[in-house]
């Protein structure tokens, strides 16, 4: 195992880099389709096409998922996405042609570099074209590359963050992975509770973000967002799909704080490629676990 989000058939992972703008995209791709759900947990999300993963609507397939900085003008590299899609034949048939269903989340992160610079069409074609099952690169690379944490006193005195990843084996030929873009406004916090990355005072010590907003000493920076996926070969409905993002979103609870604020956008989506049979509720506990990894791994490799 790669310990990646390619470590489940069906999943391949393209990432674009700027290093000099600081900003970068993330696509998942999932050529075959995949069932997928999606919970929104944070207050100021930026996302594309979320609406159509709500169980009761009609389109049951989507073929890749688009992780990007360049906050809301962000979202237009899914333009790209779809039309590498597209010339691929891949998509949902309507007839004349296939459209690509792509759902879509952004981070903030125009104060890292250039903020005229942001993922566009270019940079999301880039992105699938560079997609394969044998990525597994994670730290400031794609969408992560713009990454920061702990941002209670501005982006100065942040920690970096990035993109991670991890995986599980719950039987013998069942998977189930995360990939994290961590951006997020509080601290990260190890397995045991420790701060390993977040907002640093003038020292370079962190300041515990939770414990200085009990003080009232500051109002906070509201730039932030950590987006994320888990991918299963397991089975899965539309229904359960939405069911192991919700229970997925304790990966974050667990290892960031404050979590889920009104300064943040915090997403997850799930998607599922196969047809393994599996217990729900062990998946969705996976699924929580496999992404509080991923965003420790985040930190450990930027």
Known sequence: MKNYLTDVPGIKVGHVSNQEAKTGC?????????????????????????????????????HAVLLTGGSAFGLAAADGVM???EEDEIGFDVGVTKVP??????????????????PDHKMGYQAVQNSSTTEQRTGQVGVGIGCSVGKLLGPQQASPGGLGSASLKLNKDTYISALVAVNA???????????????????GNFINTYQSLQKEEISGFG??????????NAKL?????????????????????????MLD?????????????????????AASEVMGQAIVNAIENV
């Not at 999932?30 to 993963?53: C, F, I, K, Q, W």
């Not at 406004?185 to 020292?203: E, Q, T």
């Not at 359960?240 to 889920?260: C, D, M």
């Not at 956008?265 to 506990?285: C, H, P, R, V, Y």
């Open 83 to 85: 039309a590498a899609l």
């Open 265 to 285: 956008g915090d997403t997850i989506f799930a998607l599922s490629t196969g047809q393994k049979e599996i217990e729900l509720n062990l998946l969705a506990t």
């Open 223 to 232: 730039k932030n967002t950590t987006i994320g996926v888990v991918a299963t």
């Open 237 to 261: 409905s539309k229904t359960e799909a939405n069911k192991v993002a919700q229970v997925a979103h304790n990966g974050y609870a667990n290892h960031i704080k404050p979590v889920h604020t």
């Open 101 to 118: 269903i792509v759902p879509a989340a952004v981070i903030f992160d125009l104060d890292q570099g250039q903020a005229e610079v942001r």
């Open 26 to 62: 993330t696509v998942i791709v999932t050529e075959n389709g995949a069932t997928a759900g999606v919970d929104v947990r944070g207050d100021a999300p930026g996302t594309r096409e979320t609406a159509l993963l709500d169980p009761l609507k009609t389109v049951e397939q989507i």
């Open 185 to 203: 406004f509080g601290d990260i916090l190890d397995d045991k509770g420790n701060i390993i990355a977040g907002c640093k005072d003038d020292d």
